[in-house]
């Protein structure tokens, strides 16, 4: 048994060293650029939607407000390069400000469940949802922790439904 432990300690200190001075290349990782401007000048075509609402009222007593979406084309990494491919969906990032941006009550999901690539990832900006397709028009649902503390994100409540068009 101390010789496992050994050899995997050994590995994974290996691997640590091997990160820090650059050998990691990121394979495989799927990434997304942090603005759109940042995506622009990652070389993604990059298009925005607009919102038909924009500020919220939460469940939680806060106030929320959300910007204009943008998309780009996913990437992967590959050789320490970004690698762009639609078979991986695209990023579609919903920007927001609240009032507590730490405060994990509310998250958004496509509404059309069969253009789901993947799950979204909440940022505490951002919201990035992941659409197969982009179509003019995408909905988006807003889903808020249930304040009934027994069902909590067991149970979310779907306050509003987002109409986002794309700005032509």
Known sequence: MGKIFYTLSLLSIIFSILTMIGCDNGNGLFGHSETKEEAKVNGA??????PDKTNF??????????????????????NGGKVFDSTYGYNFAVPYKREDPENFSFTFSLADTANRMFTNGREKNACQLRPKYLYDKIQVLL????TDTSKGWMQPIITDTITFTKIK
């Open 143 to 146: 889903e808020q922790k249930n």
């Open 45 to 50: 075509i990059v298009m925005e939607y607009v």
């Open 57 to 78: 009222n939460l469940l939680d007593g806060t106030k929320m407000q959300i910007d204009t979406a943008w998309t780009e084309i996913s990437f992967t990494y590959k």
